[in-house]
DNA sequence: TGACTCATGTAAGAAGTTACATGATTCT
DNA sequence: AGAATCATGTAACTTCTTACATGAGTCA
């Protein structure tokens, strides 16, 4: 459902592209929010030309094809940014851990929590990088805040993590 | 993958359960880490015991049946915790659609980030009603983590929701 | 020519959702 | 007796991951 209209967004931001490039421009940009893989974008391109969401503009070298998102599809986008709840229902792997991790002795718990706070900080480096850009049209004010969102989020996991660790050390 | 870690972890703190049970369980506690339903869970616990992780311990009432952890199972969860590294990648519906949200004329998108920091502190409610339970044996200590890591994550998205609102109101 | 990148596709399987189906027990 | 809840299961479907397969063009 979100990765077709993270396809149609693509093409309507940045102009007519082959499925190998929105599969690039997918591990740059929309990746950090929403990941997905060549063997899973293929497919629902060839979903999204039947169901007249997108469309085949040509070909080029080596047997690649072009396609710009249609009129209907960017009404489609739109629609589901104002009329469709989101879903939600978070999915941590790192939380869930955390629900049980009394299991394990705190050494390993204090190491594991210290681990998370690492990872958290590469992210936050990346995602820093990026705030750094200048902001100019409207498609990159959107991205900013995307970013700034993980960027907030981010800083808040950090301390926990590290807070976590503390309190862990001491059990 | 991490089903299988939610139903050992739930079994090892609850004690012997049902699948029934389980369920619920999953509803109350983990559901706020990691989201399950019946229709998962059953055929779950099948594989579970035919892996050796849990075991049947009886059957009660209407047909129910009893499992519980076995030592090889909660050995398998404590591996888990320690040395399998989590699966990142993010999908936040919300952020894909923030993404594209230049799309959408300043009002719209004003309300869609008002309706986000509503739904963020509707939930974060929820889980300051948690926080304020005591807090005495070892899983529970667990528990609380999972809650401070909501809490902290929910503040700072409300405070960026507001920010994007305010922001998208000028556009 | 051999290695690398570009480019697309599918197949097998795991994971997750939704709906259907059934029967036991409890409560009013 | 009828409604509600307890209790388990499966079937159909969608989504996602991983791996296999293939071929064209580029560059050293």
Redesign the interface.
């Known amino acids: 459902m ?1 990765l077709k ?2 396809l149609i ?1 693509l093409l ?2 940045e102009g007519p592209q082959t499925g190998y490039q929105l599969t690039k421009a997918f591990d740059r ?2 990746n ?4 997905a893989v060549h063997g899973q974008i293929y497919p629902e391109l060839a979903r999204l030309v039947e169901a007249g969401f997108i469309r085949q503009t040509g070909t080029g070298p080596r047997g690649s094809k072009r396609y710009e998102a249609t009129p209907e599809g ?1 009404a489609e ?2 629609r ?3 009329d469709v709840e ?19 002795d705190p050494d ?1 718990a204090e ?2 929590f210290r681990r998370e706070a690492e ?1 958290y900080r590469r992210e936050l480096a990346v995602l820093e990088g990026f705030a750094a850009e200048r902001v100019t049209k ?2 990159e ?3 900013a ?2 970013v ?3 960027v ?2 981010l ?3 950090i ?2 993590a590290e ?2 660790a503390d ?1 862990a050390s001491g ?1």
């Open positions: 979100s209209h993270g967004g309507a931001r940009s929309v950090f929010v929403w990941h960017v986008l739109r589901w940014i104002t989101p879903t939600r229902g978070t999915r941590s792997e790192t939380l869930l851990r955390t629900f049980f991790v009394y299991l394990v390993a190491a594991f990872e409207p498609s004010r959107a991205s805040l995307t700034d969102s993980g907030r989020v800083k808040a996991r301390k926990w807070s976590a309190e059990w």
